[in-house]
């Protein structure tokens, strides 16, 4: 059996497209609650749907998991939003770079819903950038001071400095919009001054473009 985890933090920042998903999933398997929290028993055989990393680095030591953009990209029944050709760009995320299954899906859906889309980096298993997580920017005084920081994540290191790094990723964007399917990407990109969207936003028609 499937069983639906949402993303504490992403119903926080999209509560409209959370509700919207939740009710479509609620329809076809049980919602849980937060994955940290919920102690409800699971069956062996049961698989959590997930989209937000954290929660799958939680769950799967629990159960079986599939992303939910794989979920989505296999459910036929699925009312895809017609984007008519919008060109965005697509940031992969660090913490998915191991999951070509992720990135398969995740193209599939975007060309599902008409977007035209180019990557930030060459394929998903190259992405290097997770917002204020982890990312490699590639100036040299960038990379000095983050040196003095060595092994802590982005979010411990001086303000000014996470915001220089989210910068340098958020102008590689060539157009006017940037997809991303990470809560710490898109928060990141827009720290970073992009306007960008979560791919979940764009499925269940609630991104304001």
Partial sequence: ???????????????EAAKKIRAYLKASMPVAGCCRT???????????????QACREVLEDRMQTKSLWEYLDADSAFPFPDYSGLRMNLQDCWRDRDHPEIHAAVRSLLRKMHIAFTPLSPDGAGANFCGNLHAEPENPAILAEMEQYSGKPIYEMPPSLEEAIMREQAAKCTERWVVAYCNRCKLGLTTGGASAVHLLELLMGTAKL
């Fill in 1 to 15: 059996m499937n069983v639906y985890f949402p993303s504490c933090n992403f119903s926080k920042t999209s509560p």
């Fill in 38 to 52: 919920d102690k409800t028993q699971r069956a062996q055989a049961d698989t959590a749907v997930y989209f937000c």
